[in-house]
Each structure stands twice: as structure tokens, then as C-alpha cells.
T-cell receptor
Framework: GENVEQHPSTLSVQEGDSAVIKCTYSDSASNYFPWYKQELGKGPQLIIDIRSNVGKKKDQRIAVTLNKTAKHFSLHITETQPEDSAVYFCAASGAGSTLGRLYFGRGTQLTVWP | NAGVTQTPKFQVLKTGQSMTLQCAQDMNHEYMSWYRQDPGMGLRLIHYSVGAGITDQGEVPNGYNVSRSTTEDFPLRLLSAAPSQTSVYFC???????????FGNGTRLTVT
């Protein structure tokens, strides 16, 4: 099955700075790459996703890039704010016999200091 | 819409006890899944279902059973609880195989 690696596991930035989280995946047949934000005591919530036919997608301060050749994708948060502090997960979709599954990275704890 | 509803929010079990974690969604999603979240391990898939009457195993299925008799409900059964099953459990649903997952708020389970 798919293997998703996520780095770093923790990230601390000053308010206003940018934050970058990187993920790699193993199955070149994966087509769908979502990112989730999890606040304390809550379930993960989708913040942005990208499909394999797109190289970059942006939504206000959040952007995701995908390099299918290298099998890696990244989350970029600009002008960080304290409310961006949370755990972020990347994921990659299964394909073929594992279609319907999502494989998650181990998460990044982002802390934004005021 | 309530989205994905999980009950209970908290549960303490003794080793060997059984229980069912409930999950219901009101979005008419075909795909439903159960994950467990442990510190430093991310979200690991336990079981999933692509429609009523169809279930399949994920990465860590041992010790858990599921059934999908309706589109709305996807209960997770712990057959004989073990301390290794102490975790936070999340139920999720989606419209299709490569669609955004909607998560419930989790059940925190402690097995002593």
C-alpha cells in the first residue's frame, strides 16, 4: 500500500512568518492529496486539496504544490497567525485495489508565536 | 446538517469488555471509515466501507469488527478490549473515493 512521510514533526514560527510542511508518497498511481488541520479536541478538517493533474493550488494564505515526478507535495502557509496553531496532516489516496483509502502522514504540530 | 456524529465522546473499559462505538452521517455519503489516532502515529485506518453491505479491512483491523447495514450508520465493535486499544477513534465519511473526508469529533477510549 501507499506510504506517506511527513516532515517536520514540529514547527515553530513567529507570527507573520511563513510555514512549510513537506510530504512524500510512494505510490505513483495516487491521484488525490488533501491536507487536514486538527485543533485540540476536534476531528481533522480539510483545508486544501490537490489532484494529480494540477501542480499548484492556492486559497488565500494557504497553497499546496505537487511534484508528481519526485512524488512529493508541500503545504505553504503565509503570514501566519496564532490561530494557525494546530496539527496538520497530509494524505494521499489509494489506487487500484486500495481505491477508497486515504493514507495519512504522522502530522506536524505547528505553533505560531505572537 | 449534523455532519458526522460519534458517540460516546469518552469511554473507559476494563480489559476483556466489549463495546460498540457509534457513527452516523446525514450527508448521504457512500464511503465511511474508522481511524485510530495515537501520539506520533498519525491516523491509521481500521476498517472502511464503500457502500451499504460492503466493508473491508484497513491497516490495523485486528480486534475490531464493523458492519454497514444502512448508508447512514457505521458502528465499530471492540470484541474483547485490550490496553493496546487505548486511543482516540475517528469516524469519517466522503462522497466518493477521492473526495474530501468529513470527520466526527472522536471518541476517546481508555482500556485499563
Amino acid at each position: 500500500g501507499e506510504n506517506v512521510e511527513q516532515h517536520p514533526s514540529t514547527l515553530s514560527v513567529q507570527e507573520g512568518d511563513s510555514a512549510v510542511i513537506k510530504c512524500t508518497y510512494s505510490d505513483s498511481a495516487s491521484n488525490y492529496f488533501p491536507w487536514y488541520k486538527q485543533e485540540l479536541g476536534k476531528g481533522p478538517q480539510l483545508i486544501i486539496d490537490i489532484r494529480s493533474n494540477v501542480g499548484k493550488k492556492k486559497d488565500q494564505r494557504i497553497a499546496v504544490t505537487l511534484n508528481k515526478t519526485a512524488k512529493h507535495f508541500s503545504l505553504h502557509i503565509t503570514e501566519t497567525q496564532p490561530e494557525d496553531s494546530a496539527v496538520y496532516f497530509c494524505a494521499a489516496s489509494g489506487a487500484g485495489s486500495t481505491l477508497g483509502r486515504l493514507y495519512f502522514g504522522r502530522g506536524t504540530q505547528l505553533t505560531v508565536w505572537p | 446538517n449534523a455532519g458526522v456524529t460519534q458517540t460516546p465522546k469518552f469511554q473507559v473499559l476494563k480489559t476483556g469488555q466489549s463495546m460498540t462505538l457509534q457513527c452516523a452521517q446525514d450527508m448521504n455519503h457512500e464511503y465511511m471509515s474508522w481511524y485510530r489516532q495515537d501520539p506520533g502515529m498519525g491516523l491509521r485506518l481500521i476498517h472502511y466501507s464503500v457502500g451499504a453491505g460492503i466493508t473491508d479491512q484497513g491497516e490495523v483491523p485486528n480486534g475490531y469488527n464493523v458492519s454497514r447495514s444502512t448508508t447512514e450508520d457505521f458502528p465499530l465493535r471492540l470484541l474483547s478490549a485490550a490496553p493496546s486499544q487505548t486511543s482516540v477513534y475517528f469516524c469519517a465519511s466522503s462522497y466518493g473515493p477521492e473526495s474530501p473526508l468529513h470527520f466526527g469529533n472522536g471518541t476517546r477510549l481508555t482500556v485499563t
